[in-house]
């Protein structure tokens, strides 16, 4: 299996009812051999129209906070819980989530084999780290998830909402944190081999 036939898998899936709304099934973008992978709640409307992750309002937040923290977009890998739009921008349901992440987002994070994963709000915190918790509380602080380093960030979109620059503010803690998963990132051993196995939420026996 490659990222790229993965993704042709992907556009054609009619596994839920997001497929009804959507004008493209947006799966992922970037290098396919990642250390780092950021994780998203699901597309918004100009990823709905463009196919691309993160190319909004949000995206490009998300564009100049890379930037400022020196880490290329092109060296890390964008995707989100959800591939397809929910309606309205709604949150993804619990349905939802868990059958477009069994599909397509555990067999990304297998080919990728990223060695960190950076969850992007509440929605894929929840995500990685199995439980509802609020943002706020798990941020900014390093968890596991399979053996891989997981570092929640606030949304974008949240920084967006709340432009404050003042200490303590998200946008503060924000570059706080991205500055933390670019030291963490500098400090990895070199990436070899695909330490990590296909996983499933579900037990395996
Ligand atoms: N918000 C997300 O969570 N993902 C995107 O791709 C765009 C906006």
């Known amino acids: 299996m490659t990222l790229e036939l993965l993704e042709a ?3 054609a899936c009619t596994a839920c009812r997001l497929k009804e709304g959507r004008t493209q099934v947006v799966f992922g973008e970037g290098n396919p051999d990642a250390r780092l992978m950021f994780v998203g709640e699901g597309p918004g409307e ?13 995206g490009q937040l998300l564009n100049r906070i890379l930037e400022a923290a020196g880490i290329p977009r092109e060296e890390v890998y964008i995707t989100n819980i959800v591939k397809c739009r929910p309606p309205q921008n709604r949150a993804p349901l619990p349905d939802e989530a868990k059958i477009c992440t069994e599909k397509w987002l555990l067999k990304q994070i297998e080919l990728v084999a990223p060695q960190i994963i950076v969850p992007l709000g509440a929605v894929a915190a929840e995500f990685f780290l199995g439980e509802k918790v609020p943002i706020t509380k798990v941020r900014g602080k390093w968890h596991e998830w399979h053996g891989i380093k997981v570092f929640p960030m606030f949304h974008p979109a949240y920084l967006l909402r709340n432009p404050s620059r003042a200490p303590g503010s998200p946008k503060h803690l924000t570059w706080m944190d991205i500055q933390e998963v670019k030291r963490a990132l500098e400090s990895l051993p070199p990436k070899e081999g695909r330490p990590v196995k296909a996983v499933s939420q579900e037990p395996l026996f």
């Open 9 to 11: 898998q992907a556009k």
């Open 46 to 58: 100009e990823e709905d129209k463009t196919g691309r992750p993160f190319v909004g309002k949000a």
